[in-house]
């Protein structure tokens, strides 16, 4: 069983950044594809970013050009920059782990998410 803990959120101005971490455990990390997303007060959860196995990655267009999500497989770590952060990016960010090995234009969310790490962006 695969176990998923974000860390690094926190409370930034806009215009700053922040890196967010996703620390896996248990289960194969390696061969899936890993999810960013996020969810806001008030708001459905919605998909930010995704790497699959082999290193192709997907963003929302809200975010392209300012995110980049990566991965160390040694660590068992995907992770998630963040820079040019807009007042509406704050949400609660949260990674999952994917059903498959994912591609440049397709990713499937598995059940397994983690905790969520807070992201708070101020004027």
């Known amino acids: 069983q695969v176990q998923l803990v974000e860390s690094g959120g926190g409370l930034v101005q806009s215009g700053g950044s922040l890196r967010l971490s996703c620390a896996a455990s248990g289960g194969s990390f390696s061969v899936a594809a890993v999810g960013w997303y996020r969810q806001a007060p008030g708001k459905q959860r919605e998909f930010v970013a995704s790497?699959?196995?082999?290193?192709?990655?997907m963003y929302r267009d809200s975010v392209k050009g300012r995110f980049t999500i990566s991965r160390d497989n040694a660590k068992n770590t995907a992770y998630l920059q963040m820079n040019s952060l807009k007042l509406e990016d704050t949400a609660v960010y949260l990674c999952?782990?994917?059903?498959?090995?994912?591609?440049?234009?397709?990713?499937?969310?598995?059940?397994?998410w983690g905790q969520g790490a807070q992201v708070t962006v101020s004027s």
């Open positions: 999952n782990l994917g059903t498959g090995p994912g591609n440049s234009n397709s990713y499937r969310p598995s059940d397994t």
């Open positions: 790497i699959s196995s082999g290193g192709s990655t």
